[in-house]
């Protein structure tokens, strides 16, 4: 591509590199300036124009572009991703319905570093994806690219991006009570929201006391596909009430504790073919906290292992809770 001033009877069909005033209207950047275009601006005063003009072996922009989302998204029903239309040199990926991102790094990695002019920037890994939620956006820099670089970037780049659907519909959450009095719904609203967000029900409410034999019971007749456990009184050891709940009732507990703050009092297991879930108390906010990240996988089908939680950590440090009976910075004398 060749960039740079040209005298503006020489300009026609060239890319105009920058937006300029005309006599009559405003001439937008990456117009490819056509003989009236000229005449307006000529009659404005200009008399140089900086352009671009593409080489044979050049792309526009707006089809390196498009060329390099389909080589990312080579299905799109079975990535479940929505590519949009090309405009000034970019294409956003948007998700088609809800569920949990996952990408290549490797594959994305690759592309970025064949040209500086090729970008790729997406959500994180596990974001969790909201109908038509942004997923990536493939802006190429110049007005153009070597159709060269845009065919390396593409190689090998396929399925780089998905959206894993959830592959469980319904959920029953099981609330412990250490008084008689009936806890506050908040716990359970809470939930549902973050349930709803990803296609769930929820089945009625489950409220049992705080005991091991009362909890297990109730973990063993749970309709829904997904348990999920919120105690009335805080877990603080794989042997208290609710992880021995779940183990008297036949299931396993995999993971107690996890490295996300807020979120430590988590643990995961499984009653039959049922994953078990108990919840920190953190849940009972919709702000997010560590078992969003472990709800999240579980609902769209990603096994989750001790070490997968363990791995959690970096990054884990969330959003202070100012409502926190001891902020953290407080905990520190």
């Not at 005033?21 to 000529?42: C, H, M, N």
């Not at 060329?67 to 948007?94: E, F, H, M």
């Not at 690759?110 to 493939?138: C, E, F, K, Q, S």
Request: negative net charge; charged residues 20%.
């Amino acid at each position: 591509m060749r960039f740079g001033p040209v005298p503006l009877k020489d300009a026609a069909g060239a890319i105009l590199a920058h937006s300029l005033q005309g006599a009559s209207r405003k001439i937008a950047k990456g117009t490819v300036l056509s003989g009236e275009d000229l005449a307006d601006l000529s009659a404005a005063g200009h008399e140089t124009l900086t352009v671009a003009r593409l080489d044979p072996a050049d792309m526009h922009e707006d089809a390196a572009a498009e060329a390099l989302a389909k080589a990312l998204v080579p299905d799109p029903s079975a990535q479940g991703i929505r590519i949009s239309g090309a405009g000034t040199g970019r294409v956003n990926l948007y998700a088609t319905g809800a569920g949990l991102v996952r990408l290549d790094r490797d594959k994305l990695e690759g592309v970025n570093a064949v040209d500086p002019m090729i970008t790729v920037a997406t959500v994180p890994d596990y974001h969790r994806a909201d109908a038509d939620g942004m997923l990536a956006t493939i802006k190429i820099i110049s007005y153009g690219v070597a159709a060269d670089a845009v065919r390396r970037a593409s190689d090998g780049a396929g399925d780089a991006i998905r959206v894993l659907p959830p592959v469980l519909s319904s959920a029953t959450l099981i609330e412990t009570q250490v008084s008689e009095q009936t806890p506050s719904d908040k716990g359970r609203a809470a939930m549902a929201g973050r349930l709803h967000r990803l296609g769930l029900s929820l089945s009625p409410r489950v409220v049992v006391p705080h005991r091991e034999d009362a909890l297990a019971e109730a973990i063993a007749n749970a309709p829904g596909q997904l348990v999920l456990v919120l105690t009335g009184s805080a877990t603080s050891d794989t042997h208290d009430v609710a992880p021995e709940a779940l183990r008297s009732a036949g299931g396993t507990v995999t993971r107690f504790g996890m490295p996300v703050d807020p979120g430590n009092l988590l643990f995961l297991g499984a009653y039959e073919d049922k994953p078990v879930i108990g919840l920190p108390g953190c849940a009972r906010s919709p702000a997010l906290n560590g078992a969003d990240w472990v709800l999240e996988r579980v609902i769209c089908g990603l096994p989750v292992s001790s070490a997968d939680i363990a791995a959690m950590g970096v990054g884990g440090l969330l959003k202070e809770i100012p409502t926190r009976p001891m902020p953290r910075r407080d905990a520190e004398g």
